[in-house]
Structures are given as C-alpha cells and as structure tokens.
T-cell receptor, first 110, second 114 residues
Framework: AQRVTQPEKLLSVFKGAPVELKCNYSYSGSPELFWYVQYSRQRLQLLLRHISRESIKGFTADLNKGETSFHLKKPFAQEEDSAMYYCALRRGSTLGRLYFGRGTQLTVWP | GAGVSQSPRYKVAKRGQDVALRCDPISGHVSLFWYQQALGQGPEFLTYFQNEAQLDKSGLPSDRFFAERPEGSVSTLKIQRTQQEDSAVYLC????????????FGPGTRLTVL
C-alpha cells in the first residue's frame, strides 16, 4: 500500500527564514511526487513535481528514494508563501489518481 | 480561460436526502477525478473517468455514491441517503491527458449533512 505522511500540521517561520515542509512516503514501486498548494480562498493548484526538477516561486523539492522523502524547501520565506501545502504521490500504473498527505499549514510572519 | 467549475458551492442536506454535485471540467480535458476532503485531512480519491468511461471507482466509500460522465464532459457525483459522515468538501479535478500531467482542481462543493 502507499501512504503519504506530512508530520507537521502547522509550521510557522519569520519572513526571510529558511523553511522546510516535510513529506515522507511509503510505496514499493517508482512513485511520482508532487507538491500542491492552496492559498487562502483559492483552489488547490500544482506547485511543483519531482519529475520536472524545477524551482517554482523559489521552492525546490528533491526526491530522496533512500529516505523515501520529498521535502519542500525555500531558503528565504516570504509572507505570500503562507498557505496550505499538500504532498501527493502517484503510482506509475494507476491512471493518474493522487494520494495526498494531510497537509501542512505554513504561516510566514512579517 | 475558464477553469474547472463546480456547483453548487455549498449544499446543506438533511440526513437521508439525496444530493447531486456537478463538475464542469476544462474544455477538452480527457481525465476527470473526484476527491473527498474531510475537515483537517488531505483529499481522498473517489473515482476517475477517462472521457465517458469510469475506469476506477475503487475510492467510492459505499454503494450510496455514484458518479457519471455520460458525454465525456460534465460529471455528476450523486450521494443517496446522505449520512453525517458524508459531510466534506468534494473536489473535482481534470487533466488533459491520462497520465503525467497536472490535475486542475475546481473550487469544491462543501456538503454539510445535518
């Protein structure tokens, strides 16, 4: 079975501080990992995916298969980064369905 | 362009009532997903359509839940004889292809069962 764990329900940092949102997964195959974000009063949207190896809004995430982790990092948090962040996994063979973690609410204080 | 739309945005039902939730995906998107999000939790998969074919309904929690997409565009999620545990936000997402693509989410329908 597959599982996505986000251990922190709430995370607060000050503006300019580094931030890391943790995501661990369990899946025996080769997963695809994603980070989705939901800003206040907006819909859920894709932030980044591991397969693209991209940096979006200063965020990066590296898939570590040894540690089964896909932590989201940003070196200097901004107030506008305050949002709910969901880590999600897709199994290669499952036609696109996503398995989500419970989410981490990030608050960036001025 | 227009994103995924869902209606109604809010629905209050008495226990035992039937409800129907509508999703209008992005035009031309082949894949359509329904998720259920309980309070404080991440979205949980319910069912998946590729065009009009329902390819995966393994996430539907009971036979009271039924989804359709008869013409491969608009989809309806129906819940019969609603129970309090059905209270949640129901999210619809669409994707232009069957795999390896971003899912575009709608705003959700918040269902409250009294």
């Amino acid at each position: 079975a597959q599982r996505v764990t986000q251990p922190e329900k709430l995370l607060s940092v000050f503006k300019g501080a580094p931030v890391e949102l943790k995501c661990n997964y369990s899946y025996s195959g080769s997963p695809e990992l994603f980070w989705y974000v939901q800003y206040s009063r907006q819909r859920l949207q894709l932030l980044l995916r591991h397969i693209s190896r991209e940096s979006i809004k200063g965020f990066t995430a590296d898939l570590n298969k040894g540690e089964t982790s896909f932590h989201l990092k940003k070196p200097f948090a901004q107030e506008e980064d305050s949002a709910m962040y969901y880590c999600a996994l897709r199994r290669g063979s499952t036609l696109g369905r996503l398995y989500f973690g419970r989410g981490t609410q990030l608050t960036v204080w001025p | 362009g227009a994103g995924v739309s869902q209606s109604p945005r809010y629905k209050v039902a008495k226990r035992g009532q039937d409800v129907a939730l509508r999703c209008d995906p992005i035009s031309g998107h082949v894949s359509l997903f329904w998720y259920q999000q309980a309070l404080g939790q991440g979205p949980e998969f319910l069912t998946y359509f590729q065009n009009e074919a329902q390819l995966d309904k393994s996430g539907l929690p009971s036979d009271r839940f039924f989804a359709e997409r008869p013409e491969g565009s608009v989809s309806t999620l129906k819940i019969q004889r609603t129970q309090q545990e059905d209270s949640a936000v129901y999210l619809c997402a669409s994707s232009p292809r069957t795999n390896l693509n971003e899912q575009f989410f709608g705003p959700g329908t918040r269902l409250t069962v009294l």
